[in-house]
T-cell receptor
Framework: KAGVTQTPRYLIKTRGQQVTLSCSPI?????VSWYQQTPGQGLQFLFE???????NKGNFPGRFSGRQFSNSRSEMNVSTLELGDSALYLC????????????FGPGTRLTVT | GEDVEQSLFLSVREGDSSVINCTYT??????LYWYKQEPGAGLQLLTY?????DMKQDQRLTVLLNKKDKHLSLRIADTQTGDSAIYFC?????????FGAGTTVTVRA
């Protein structure tokens, strides 16, 4: 079974632009979560979706948004990029409504210049 | 609120056992996790333990949980060079994982 896939793997954007990152969960998994990883702040939770519904959201500004599609694929969008948004963005998927095994993808490395 | 703390560095000789420690604050956490991250990669789920368990063993990995002290540890037996990585402790609450800062484990020959 294929693992969690994220596209693109690397991205370079300019301050002020917007970006969309994509995540395809493991087949059959219906929950998708997003995390931001930076050297200074570590791993921080962005949001979690189950069956197209956002169930929890982390403490990030409104420039960060996400959605989940009916096939469980998810996208996250960051508008008006800032230098501090440079990070590794990780997506994780899990099976059911209360599944506790979260499997991570390889991440998207975003660099904002 | 959630707060997970772990030591930042551990150096161990190849063949020895490694012990990585973690403390957490959210007593309502149902599961506690250990993840491994190698350079340039995502997080690999190593093992997890249900909060009503004291110990879980999985091949070379042993997880110990002390609920009273909110202390979690991961023991890696017969540590190999491939075990060099960053290890993250995490707790779960409201569908999210809260991670520690990570322990960088260096295995020396």
């Amino acid at each position: 079974k294929a693992g969690v896939t994220q596209t693109p793997r690397y991205l370079i954007k300019t301050r002020g632009q917007q970006v969309t990152l994509s995540c395809s969960p493991i087949s059959g998994h219906r929950s998708v979560s997003w995390y931001q990883q930076t050297p200074g702040q570590g791993l921080q939770f962005l949001f979690e979706y189950f069956s197209e519904t956002q169930r929890n959201k982390g403490n990030f500004p409104g420039r960060f948004s996400g959605r989940q599609f009916s096939n469980s694929r998810s996208e996250m969008n960051v508008s008006t990029l800032e230098l501090g948004d440079s990070a590794l963005y990780l997506c994780a998927s899990s099976y059911g409504q209360a599944s506790y095994e979260q499997y991570f993808g390889p991440g998207t490395r975003l660099t904002v210049t | 609120g959630e707060d997970v703390e772990q030591s930042l560095f551990l150096s161990v000789r190849e063949g020895d056992s490694s012990v990585i420690n973690c403390t957490y604050t959210d007593s309502s956490s149902t599961y506690l996790y250990w993840y491994k991250q190698e350079p340039g990669a995502g997080l690999q789920l190593l093992t997890y333990i249900f909060s009503n368990m004291d110990m879980k063993q999985d091949q070379r990995l042993t997880v110990l949980l002390n609920k009273k002290d909110k202390h979690l540890s991961l023991r890696i037996a017969d540590t190999q060079t491939g075990d060099s990585a960053i290890y993250f402790c995490a707790e779960t609450h409201d569908y999210k994982l809260s991670f520690g800062a990570g322990t960088t484990v260096t295995v020396r020959a």
